[in-house]
């Protein structure tokens, strides 16, 4: 398998958690967005998006992270990351997707450059508006953890597609300087999964891209 990805790409960081949770091996194929690699030709023929991740297994291209890791987890099913109990299933992607559909889309370079294409001062603006979101979204997601038992992680001892996307997420809380303390849940559980060795290989600063 080949993994195209960006070392500071949440997006790019769920897929190697759940690499690196399943103990696959791949192939770490980086794409400088900054540079705007992902405009490439090259780039844009294998995922017309352009954007990262995107995962080659043989002859089959995956792009779309929630969708590259639930391809991994019907292929290799050990651990599985989406429970199958469809309770249970329902409630992890509700989670999951508070953050991959509402909160982490809109810091993408794409649209933290056109919000900041007129701002005199673009990177307090940048900071501004992935605060606000973050922490609208992150309000919910405590509100979740706080209502259930307290587990290791979020649905559970064992970690499932809901911490997989949480912990990028609050990489980039931190990268953004957010306030977590109204969300001890969230960072109870970060500190937990931080300490998981396919957490500690799939950090953005132990890529060979990071910079």
Same mark, same amino acid.
């Given at each position: ?33 900054? =540079? ?12 017309? =998006?352009? !954007? ?5 297994? %043989? ?30 299933? %329902? ?8 953050? *991959? ?30 605060? !606000?979101?973050? *922490? ?6 405590? *509100?979740?953890?706080?209502?259930? =038992? ?44 931080? %300490?998981? *060795? ?14």
């Amino acid at each position: 398998m080949q993994l195209y990805g960006y070392w500071r790409s949440s997006s790019s960081y769920r897929v190697r958690i759940a690499l690196a949770l399943k103990g696959l091996d791949y192939e770490n194929l980086p794409v400088h967005l900054v =540079q705007g690699a992902q405009n490439t030709p090259d780039y844009k023929a294998r995922n017309p =998006q352009g !954007y990262v991740p995107c995962l080659v297994d %043989g002859d089959l291209t995956l792009f779309q992270s929630l969708s590259i890791i639930d391809y991994l987890d019907r292929k290799y099913p050990e651990p599985q990351l989406i429970p199958e109990d469809f309770s249970e299933r %329902g409630a992890v992607l509700s989670f999951a997707q508070v953050v *991959a559909c509402d909160i982490q889309p809109l810091q993408n370079v794409s649209v933290l450059k056109h919000v900041t294409r007129e701002s005199a001062e673009p990177d307090s603006a940048r900071a501004d508006w992935s605060r !606000y979101w973050m *922490a609208k979204g992150f309000a919910a997601l405590e *509100a979740i953890l706080a209502a259930r =038992q307290q587990t290791a992680c979020c649905f559970g001892d064992a970690p499932s597609l809901a911490d997989v996307v949480l912990i990028p997420q609050m990489y980039n809380a931190e990268r953004f300087a957010l306030d977590l303390a109204p969300y001890p849940n969230l960072t109870r559980v970060t500190e937990h999964c931080r %300490g998981l *060795a396919p957490f500690i290989a799939a950090h953005p600063d132990q890529q060979p891209d990071a910079q």
